[in-house]
C-alpha cells in the first residue's frame, strides 16, 4: 500500500460520508418545518374540532348504524363499549385522533368493517368529539389520516 493512498481513501470517504449526512439533513429539515407548521403556540399540537352541521350529518349516521350497539346516548348501549363519558376519554386522552378514526373506520360496524367512507367516519367523530363536551368551532374535522395524526385528544 502506498503511503499516499491512504489520505485519498480517507478523503473519499469522507466526502460519501458527507454526502449522506446532507441528504438526511435535507429529508429531516423538512420533516421539522412540517411538525413546527401542526405546533400551535402554547407548543402543543392542536385539539380535534369541528362543525355543528358535521356533528348533526354524524348523529344521522350514528342513528342508523351505530345506536343499536352503542345506545341511544353513545354510551347506553346493550353491546357497544361506550362511546362517551370519562371511561371513553380516558382511553383516548392524549393520543392522536387519527388513531380514533382508524379503530371506528378499520372496526366500525364489526360486521361491515371498512364500509365507512372517511367524510363519514369524519362526521361520527365530529359526533363523538360534541358528546364528549368538545364545543364546536368553524373548521369541520378533516376527514384524512394525515392532519388528524397531527391533532391530540386533551380532553
Ligand atoms: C353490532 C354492534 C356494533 C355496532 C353496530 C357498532 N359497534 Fe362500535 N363497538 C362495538 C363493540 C362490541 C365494541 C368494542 C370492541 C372491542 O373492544 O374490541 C365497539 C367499539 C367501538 C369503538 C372503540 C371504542 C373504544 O374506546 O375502544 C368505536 C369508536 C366505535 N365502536 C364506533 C362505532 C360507530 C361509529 C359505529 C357506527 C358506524 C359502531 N361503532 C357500530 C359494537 C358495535
Redesign the pocket.
Known amino acids: 500500500m502506498s503511503i499516499a493512498a491512504i489520505p485519498r481513501r480517507m478523503l473519499s470517504s469522507g466526502c460519501l460520508s458527507l454526502l449522506f449526512t446532507s441528504i438526511v439533513c435535507v429529508s429531516a429539515c423538512g420533516d421539522a418545518s412540517r411538525l413546527k407548521e401542526a405546533v400551535n403556540t402554547e407548543g402543543q399540537p392542536p385539539e380535534p374540532g369541528y362543525t355543528s352541521e358535521q356533528a348533526d350529518r354524524g348523529r344521522i ?2 342513528r342508523q ?2 345506536a ?3 345506545g341511544t346516548t353513545l354510551a347506553n ?1 346493550p ?5 362517551k363519558g370519562a371511561y ?1 376519554r380516558d ?2 386522552r392524549s393520543r392522536p385522533m387519527a388513531a ?1 378514526y382508524t ?2 373506520r378499520s ?5 361491515n368493517p371498512n364500509t ?1 367512507s372517511a367524510e363519514e367516519t369524519g362526521d ?1 367523530l365530529a359526533l ?1 368529539l360534541r358528546e364528549n363536551g368538545l364545543a364546536p368551532g368553524a373548521t369541520e374535522l378533516p376527514a384524512a389520516i394525515e392532519p388528524l395524526g397531527r391533532m391530540i385528544l386533551h380532553w
Open positions: 349516521l350514528y348504524g351505530c343499536e350497539c352503542h348501549g353491546f357497544g363499549a361506550p362511546l371513553f382511553r383516548w380514533l379503530v371506528t372496526t366500525m360496524p364489526p360486521e365507512l361520527l363523538i
